[in-house]
């Protein structure tokens, strides 16, 4: 399962996997689009094991849907990449989801909580991996301030949404160790050539060839809980290993999320 995989990076990833004759399922925001991609990742790899779900990560209500959807046909799945994420627009003012929350937080961390969790039962076997593609931007999240209500700017409210993603990352390794789930988070590759780098930052340093094999390199690796920069384990900025700023992250989490997923609640 490879959310935003109807371009880019997580494109790229899906037709690799699909090359390798892995069942593939692809997730987008655009049905049209995904079918295109869908039936162009077939064609090209000649893999038939390939589906396709609709889901809009800008309303939890959605994700919770795509989530129950997915295990209402699948019962088991090796592999979770969490690549779906919205950048960064200064062109824009603040901007909230359809729950009411400041988007880039909703959509680059809480969306990704929610499926995660609704996905999960189908996720307990050991050699699993879950991978969630973060960013070496990061910044400190600011508890009295998360919403970013005050003083918004586009790139802080990304790079506080990654660090969350990062902090997520490290709780739910502990939890799955037992069950021999690895879970990762990775810095893919620096302002790679993707709509979403090109819309906000006008240029590009790298190939989604990099930031591919970069995630790719995750399916191959033993170790659980850490943060790659790229290929190589990191380290990300000191709040993210700080227990209690993660206690209270997902504190405020569980109580974002809970009437979104029965999950939450337990």
């Known amino acids: 399962m490879i959310t935003g995989s109807t371009d880019g990076l997580g494109q790229m990833v899906a037709t690799h996997l699909a090359q390798r004759g892995a069942m593939v399922i692809l997730h987008g925001r655009n049905e049209e689009k995904g079918r295109a991609v869908l039936e162009e990742i077939r064609n090209e790899t000649a893999n038939s094991q390939l589906e396709y779900y609709n889901g809009d990560f800008a309303s939890l209500h959605n994700v919770r849907l795509l989530g129950e959807n997915i295990l209402k046909k699948h019962n088991h799945i090796d592999i979770l990449i969490n690549n779906a994420g919205v950048g960064i ?94 879970v990762n988070a990775v810095h893919p590759a620096s302002m790679m050539d993707t709509k979403m780098v090109r819309e906000g930052w006008g240029h590009v340093q790298s190939s989604v060839d990099e930031g591919a094999e970069s995630v790719e390199n995750l399916l191959d690796t033993d170790v659980t809980g850490e943060y790659f920069d790229q290929k190589k384990i990191a380290k990300a900025i000191p709040q993210a290993y700080h227990k209690q700023a993660r206690a209270t992250l997902k504190e405020i989490t569980e109580g974002l999320l809970e009437k979104f997923s029965p999950v939450m609640a337990h």
């Open 89 to 182: 627009r200064n062109d824009k003012p603040r901007e909230l989801s359809k729950d009411g929350f400041e988007l880039r937080f909703a959509v680059n961390y809480l969306a990704q909580v929610l499926l995660t969790e609704t996905l999960l039962p189908a996720i307990d076997a050991g050699n699993s991996h879950i991978i969630n593609v973060a960013s070496a931007g990061q910044a400190p999240l600011d508890f009295s301030n998360l919403m970013l209500e005050k003083e918004y700017e586009s790139f802080a409210a990304y790079r506080q949404s990654k660090t969350a993603l990062i902090m997520y990352t490290f709780d739910l390794a502990e939890r799955l160790k037992e069950k021999g789930v690895k």
